[in-house]
């Protein structure tokens, strides 16, 4: 019986073979869960996607279709709303600056206006009334070569509007 108990399994006896074993089980385990874990945590910041830069279109095809002081334009996947006012353009971020919400433009009102808390807001993204603290934030807009770009991964806060905010055309 001593025998069985000592038996060798080519270099290695039974117990330290599963000692082994147990420990490779466990440095793969570990391995598979922090690569899925880095894959998952890699920031995904790709052009065209919200997070990145996204090319909205030229001047030429945008223009037509947003007139000055005309309905913002809404980009659904990039998240915000594209204002031609009297100083230029300007890419407004869909998220009321109280709770959150998503801010829908009101045909009726001629205003964005928050369903969650009635939080008002002009074309420029300024304050008009509700709770919201400060007016819609801005999304960074370059024009390069004719095309519209947005970076939507650079909201900044802004506490007014400055004519300087929008980007002439």
Known sequence: MAEAATQEIGLFNRREFLRLGFWA???LAAAEIGGAALVFFWPKLKAGAFGGE?????????LPQLPMDAVPLYFREARFY?????????ALYRKCTHLGCVVPW??????????????????????????????MDL????IRNGEIWVDTGEISQRTAYVPSQAVPI
């Open 25 to 27: 089980a466990t440095a």
């Open 54 to 62: 996204v090319n909205i279109g030229t001047l030429e095809e945008i």
């Open 82 to 90: 594209l204002s031609h006012v009297e100083d230029g353009l300007l």
């Open 106 to 135: 009101n045909y009726e009102e001629d205003q964005f206006h928050c369903p969650c808390h009635s939080s008002l807001f002009n074309r420029k993204g300024e304050w008009q009334g509700g709770p919201a603290p400060r007016p």
């Open 139 to 142: 999304m960074g807009i370059d």
